[in-house]
């Protein structure tokens, strides 16, 4: 191609216009030795174009910078650019776009300089990466970075074909050019000169790439190929003038027939052959274990150092010459959260779900799995192979942020939803992640914290549900962001090796949180396989981990557990089974029906759809709010979105129903019924809540002002209720996604009667509450710890000193022990506000006859269940279990068994329950084994943990 070619292809379809510009001081600690590993593995196990790297989504990047941007932040210190630069590196390979990083030199500095309204400071590299992100809106976007010696700039723009926004579809290729700029260097060209020294050889060339949806990716496409090219022509920097797409003609251009690729798509598909067999997945996970083997033996150095660094924001990276796709990892709690990432491209709108801990208020194991059926149907059909959940820490502090994407305070409750998630959302051949393994109890300065506990409290209350979860066959755990003990829980052999491998059995793959580990060395040598996103701490100790046997048996486990969920023998997405999403939202309404608490009722409730002439108040906060779920990973768009307003309106449609937020004292007194919808705006990851609503004032003086008040909670958090007596009606509704207002107006019509449970206690006063010490946590000033990784946008995650120079470290102390939850008020005899398991309906139930049958350590509890009330409903049967005699402390009770029973007006049914020997035994620290002390046990039976119906002393032998 000739000079006045490049010139015209370059003038044809200008594409970049930069909207947003930072400027970022002293950028010198970045070092550019991380981006040959940014590669998709095949590339990247190339030496020879060492300076390319693939790239998937800028538009994180470009976002961040946009954010960072209007936050005005634009002198960031050398940490906050760390992020920035790690976006757009993370983000490769996932989309199969092409990221570049060239030379340029200082002549350019100017024309960006002056034209951007910005001086760089000596730039040194440019990088330019292209995005298929947000396809669907026909909205590519194109990120940018220009790294200077001093200073970086960085920006995203549309891509824009003569002006008009390009027609960019999904699923499909396009040509993207980036054209050589060989102007002489007196016209801002680089100098023959400069490139000699560069090493280029021979005239500066035309760079063709291609990009393609890595979701649609399929053995046999191929990036990157303007790459091999610029390689072959012996370009190893280079200058780029332009960028734009080429979509004239047919959008499938295929750029293998373009000719410019000199056969080597055929060449790699010619030598993946011959691994097809190691991809099948087999029946057992020993033969999965040594397929693995074989491929990762057939792996580059490279290959297998970026695989277990991860791929992308989201995902692990493909490898064409082995025919190993791409993997997509999409994030969790209320569904699929389709705003993160580039998972936007694969998702465009999911159900949106209730919240995890809603569903444990159903205390309904196979409504679990249901519910992790529609959420791994959903993922396949979207092309998502593993789902960054479910969320398993326990409810330990009521202002838990992320206790919405729990499942409450109970171990075994938690342990026996986890089971049946995992086992519904993987029947659907999606891939689940337990996290956060393990001690992530609490938001407040989450990536700075070191939770300490026992021994006996880590086995027997945080690691129960895991236990459950790696039993059902969980394909991934992820690491928590806090320390446990003194170790960070990423790069910690004792989480990772002795907890997870050794004492719980787990064989599948243990991935970071996003951003959680330091030390490369360590990571390897704990018995951690996946360092997300991106592989940062690998990387800053790149010379010393790289090549080894860790890294190699990282890889390993890696591959084996994708080959064994068959990951590598299908493509995961099958849009066919969208047409399944009705089943999906009538699963997650009946999480919402069988969830909501309805903790209060002074007979004011079920409310008659015909109120003619009467006045509904609606008030609060949430009232006009579409709260679908809590904010962070936890995020999710739904489907015929209603507010609590607009939902009532349709179900009151005689009465006059108006909605102020806050109201007068006067619209109080003088309404029929006043409902407030009330929550914490915001709640959410990365923060912790207040337990005092702000809504509060407002509730006390309606509930003093108009005895029919019903106030509704959207939160995940127990709040402070002192206005609970004068209330006529409270309902906890929690995040019930989608279908929450119409489900919480069938619940207040009683066209559904209630028979959601508390997952957790809800205390009189956050003082009395085991894990109210935490929540005034005092940094540790001798354990400061490294700054090197801090991003900007993590700093209030971390405990920063005054100058916001130095990083500590500070103690969450489990000094409660395993008494978590009602265990600790019943123990200390504190009165709560709602016990734990508690919640009502519109009939009542009688427990009666209780039998238990001990057989040496297991025990099979059975007693008559009535419904005495006038309406069908369900019960939430509980069993806990009272040691007597102990040589530990134990709590007065444990919860060991519940079955929800669905029973019809005046009738009974014998109920059944099964203990195993885990009912009974304790972990032992001394002998660091699972004991049971025979002797004498209590089995209670009841409708909540402070309403033991029945009683049985019974004796368990060894
Ligand atoms: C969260 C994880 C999440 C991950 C990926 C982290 O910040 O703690 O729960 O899965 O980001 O988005």
Redesign the pocket.
């Given at each position: 191609m000739t000079r006045a070619n490049m010139i015209v292809l370059g003038l044809l379809l200008p594409v970049l216009g930069f909207s947003e510009w930072v400027k970022v001081d002293d950028f010198q600690s970045y070092q550019p030795d991380l981006l040959p590993m940014q590669a998709n593995g095949w590339m990247a196990a190339d030496a020879k174009v060492s300076q390319v790297t693939v790239c998937a989504d800028t538009l994180a990047a470009g976002n961040q910078a946009a954010r960072l941007h209007r936050q005005n932040e634009t002198k960031l210190g050398e940490h906050d650019i760390l992020f920035q630069t790690g976006a757009l590196a993370i983000e490769l390979g996932k989309t199969g776009t092409v990221f570049l990083r060239f030379l340029i030199e200082s002549g350019l500095d100017k024309s960006l300089g002056s034209t951007r309204g910005e001086t760089p400071v000596e730039p040194i590299h440019v990088k330019i990466a292209v995005t298929e992100q947000r396809l669907h809106a026909g909205n590519p976007r194109v990120g940018v970075l220009i790294q200077g010696k001093e200073s970086v700039l960085t920006g995203f723009g549309k891509m824009r074909t003569e002006g008009k926004p390009l027609p960019v579809r999904r699923n499909r290729w396009y040509r993207l050019w980036l054209v050589v700029d060989n102007r002489p260097a007196d016209a801002g060209g680089l100098s023959k000169a400069f490139l000699q020294e560069e090493g280029v050889s021979g005239e500066p060339v035309e760079v063709r790439c291609a990009m393609e949806s890595s979701s649609s990716y399929q053995p046999g496409m191929l990036t990157g190929v303007g790459v091999l090219k610029a390689r072959d022509n012996g370009l190893t920097d280079l200058f780029v003038d332009d960028v734009f797409v080429d979509n004239r003609g047919s959008n499938l251009i295929d750029p293998l027939k373009s000719g410019s690729v000199m056969g080597w798509r055929e060449k790699l598909l010619e030598e993946s052959k011959q691994y097809a067999h190691l991809l099948k997945k087999p029946d057992t996970r020993d033969e999965a274990e040594k397929q693995a083997a074989k491929l990762v033996e057939a792996m580059k150095p490279a290959e297998r150092f970026s695989l277990v660094c991860g791929d992308g924001?989201?995902g692990l990276p493909a490898f064409m010459r082995l025919g190993i796709p791409g993997i997509n990892?999409t994030?969790?709690?209320s569904g699929i959260?389709n705003g993160?990432?580039p998972v936007g491209s694969r998702h465009a709108r999911t159900v949106a779900h209730p919240c995890t801990l809603l569903l444990a208020a159903t205390w309904n194991t196979e409504l679990a799995k249901a519910y992790g059926q529609a959420i791994g149907e959903e993922c396949h059909s979207g092309g998502t192979h593993v789902l960054?959940?479910p969320?398993m820490n326990l409810y330990r502090v009521s202002a838990g942020g992320?206790n919405f994407?729990y499942m409450g305070e109970d171990p075994v409750l938690t342990g026996n939803l986890v089971e049946n998630y995992v086992r519904g959302l993987q029947s659907a051949g999606t891939g689940a992640?337990l996290?956060?393994f393990i001690a992530n109890e609490i938001e407040f300065h989450?990536r700075g914290s070191n939770s300490q506990m026992d021994e006996r409290t880590l086995h027997e209350v945080y690691m129960e549900p895991f236990r459950k979860g790696v039993e059902a066959g969980a394909f991934a755990v992820?690491t928590s962001?806090n320390q446990l003990n003194g170790e960070w829980a990423g790069q910690s052999r004792f989480v990772n090796t002795d907890l997870l491998r050794d004492t719980l059995g787990f064989r599948g793959i243990s991935m970071t949180?996003?951003?959680s580990t330091y030390d490369g060395v360590k990571l390897a040598q704990s018995g951690t396989d996946l360092e997300?996103?991106g592989g940062g701490a690998l990387k800053k100790d790149r010379e010393k981990v790289f090549g080894t046997p860790d890294i190699d048996r990282m890889a390993r486990r890696i591959v084996a557990a994708c080959i064994f969920a068959g990951f590598y023998e299908r493509p995961q997405r099958d849009e066919r089974v969208e047409k399944k999403r009705p089943e999906w939202e009538q699963t997650a309404t009946r999480v919402n029906e069988e969830g909501i608490v309805l903790l209060k009722n002074s007979g004011a409730l079920p409310l008659a759809r015909q109120q003619a002439g009467k006045k509904i108040l609606v008030a609060g906060n949430f009232a006009q709010r579409v709260e679908l779920g809590g904010d962070?990973?936890g995020h999710v768009k739904g489907y015929n979105l209603k507010t609590y307003t607009q939902t009532l309106k349709e179900y009151f449609a005689d009465a006059d129903v108006s909605c102020v937020e806050k109201p007068e004292d006067a619209q109080i007194r003088s309404a029929d019924w006043v409902v407030l919808f009330t929550g914490f705006a915001g709640e959410g990851?990365?923060r912790d809540t207040r337990f005092v609503l702000p809504d509060d004032e407002l509730i006390t003086k309606c509930t003093e002002l108009n005895p029919k008040t019903v106030v509704c909670v959207t939160s995940g958090c127990g709040v402070r209720m002192e206005w609970a007596d004068k209330a006529v009606a409270i309902l906890y509704v929690m995040f019930g996604g989608q279908s929450g207002p119409a489900a919480l107006a069938d619940v207040l019509t009683g066209i559904v009667n209630p028979s959601g449970r508390l997952p957790f206690t809800i205390e009189n006063r956050i003082e009395d509450s085991p894990g109210f010490a935490v929540l005034d946590p005092k940094p540790d000033k001798d354990r400061p710890f490294a700054t090197d990784y801090i991003g900007s946008y993590v700093k209030g995650e971390y405990f920063a000193s005054d100058d916001k120079k130095s990083y500590y470290v500070h103690n969450v102390q489990y000094s409660e022990g395993v008494f978590i939850g009602h265990r600790w008020y019943e123990s200390k005899k504190i009165p709560v506000r709602y016990p734990f398991g508690f919640g009502l309906g519109y009939t009542a139930f009688a427990y009666e006859n209780l039998k238990v049958d001990v057989k040496g350590q297991k025990a099979t509890v059975s007693f008559t269940l009535k419904n005495i009330g006038k309406r069908p409903g369900a019960e939430v049967a509980q069993v806990y279990v009272s040691d007597k005699v102990c040589s530990v402390p134990r709590p007065p009770q444990e919860l060991k068994a519940f079955q929800k029973i669905h029973i019809e007006p005046g009738n009974s049914q014998r109920v059944e329950i099964e203990l195993g020997s885990e009912a009974f035994r304790f972990w032992n620290s001394a002998t660091k084994k699972w004991t049971i002390e025979p002797g004498e046990f209590e089995i209670h039976v009841g409708a909540s943990s402070a309403d033991i119906r029945l009683k049985e002393a019974v004796r368990v032998t060894d």
């Open positions: 924001h989201l990892f994030d969790a709690s959260n993160n990432g960054l959940g969320g992320r994407e992640t996290k956060h989450r992820m962001y949180d996003w951003i997300m996103p962070g990973s990851e990365g």
